[in-house]
């Protein structure tokens, strides 16, 4: 019996005419890329606003979770209503959900346990995990201005949250929950990629939906209902208004993923979106940030120029999967 029917291309497809009109030197994954970072990158600035306004993140969480559902019925749609079901795919579907959203709980725990401004700049290195796997199992390779870029992104990474000030931390087990993030986070992205090479992109995002509607019984068990909640428009509703940027932004990064190199999507879209928070958040508080975020956003510019002047030549491994 012949492979299922892969419909993963039903959001890009284009005629050769039109391919050739638009330049198929440009590079699918770079686009999606982008559109995840701008994504993550305006939500970051205002995803702390509901729980700010007296709505727990564990119900971000549930909000979250819900936001899912649209794009992943869109995508669906788009594609027939095929959702392969083998072994296969369940596992990596249910694999790649299941790290997101574990990532995401032990996340609640670990900031109530240690210093946020520690624990955000060390989770933020999970694209070395992602990078590290690509090359030792993928056989992933870059050129030099690729190389030049990564190694930019990852050193730019821990900057952004970096705050030097404050007495001295123990590593306790704060610490060992914010490393389980970090493991987490990388390994889904590079399950992603894993993913996208045995089986289709809708498939894919529909199981990180199913995964993420399972583990809403345990973030309400999380959550303290003794508290005063917010469910006034500042907090659910504003809360969905972010948080389905989130949901976009991870349809988006399966795509990338799908179309280009794990080691060069990680890196760029884990720098630049940061670096789209920090711009924005400087706008709205009319504030220049310290020599730490500063050096950050300088070393996210060079590594996305470097990674996007590298993408013509990550294009033919990728675009290669298609068909198989």
Known sequence: MGDPVNPADTLE??????????????????GYALATA????????????????GFPETLVYVVWALTMVPPALFVLARSGWQ?????????????????????????????????????????????VITIVLSLLFLHERTGRMGVAGIVLAVCA???????????PQQYGLWFVLAIGVLVA?????????LANTRMDAESIFFYMTASALLCIPVALAMTDFSQPINYGPSGPLLAAAT??????????????????????????????APLLTTVIAMAL???VPGGYRLAGIGLALAAALFLALQADDSVAPAESTEGA
């Not at 109530?112 to 520690?118: F, H, R, S, T, V």
């Not at 991870?250 to 990680?266: C, E, P």
């Open 157 to 167: 990474l821990p900057l952004f949250d970096f705050n030097p000030g404050g007495a």
């Open 38 to 53: 701008l994504l993550w990158g305006v939500w970051g600035a205002f995803a702390g606003l509901p729980t700010q306004n």
């Open 13 to 30: 497809k284009t005629s050769l005419p039109e391919q050739a009109a638009t330049g198929a030197a440009r590079p699918r994954w770079l």
């Open 185 to 193: 986070w990388g390994l889904q992205a590079y399950f992603i990629k």
């Open 285 to 287: 508080a009319g504030a």
């Open 243 to 272: 948080q389905v940027l989130n949901a976009i932004g991870a349809l988006t990064l399966v795509y990338a993923f799908r179309h280009g190199k794990a080691l060069t999507v990680s890196p760029l879209v884990n720098a630049g």
């Open 83 to 127: 959702i392969r079901r083998d072994r296969t795919a369940v596992g990596y579907g249910l694999a790649i959900g299941l790290l997101g959203a574990g990532g995401q709980m032990v996340l609640f725990y670990a900031v109530k346990a240690g210093p946020a401004y520690l624990i955000f700049p060390l989770i933020s290195l999970s694209p």
